[in-house]
């Protein structure tokens, strides 16, 4: 069986730090607004969530999370999500 090249992108991802994972966050959300998939914003909105219950002390998981809340007009928690990205440094 032949894997999806996307599937082993995620499998890269899955293994790659904090930053070049939020930066993947920031990647699926413009594919989602170019192609209209809002399979990608969900996508991106999982693994931001994934990212701040995996490394909550790094600014860069909090901050790709608030952009994914804006997306989805949750301004009140992508708020807090900017205010404690802003206490932890960022």
Do not use: C
Not at 42 to 70: C, F, Y
Not at 78 to 85: G, N, R, V
């Amino acid at each position: 069986m032949r894997r999806s090249p996307v599937t082993s992108v995620w499998r890269v991802a899955a293994r790659s730090p904090v930053k070049e994972r939020a930066s993947d966050v920031d990647l699926l959300m413009q594919r989602g607004q170019v192609l209209g998939r809002i399979s990608d914003y969900e996508t991106a909105d999982a693994t931001a969530e994934a990212l701040v219950a995996e490394a909550a002390s790094d600014p860069n998981a909090w901050l790709a999370r608030a952009r994914t809340r804006a997306t989805f007009h949750r301004f009140t928690d992508a708020l807090a999500d900017l205010a404690k990205a802003g206490r932890l440094g960022a």
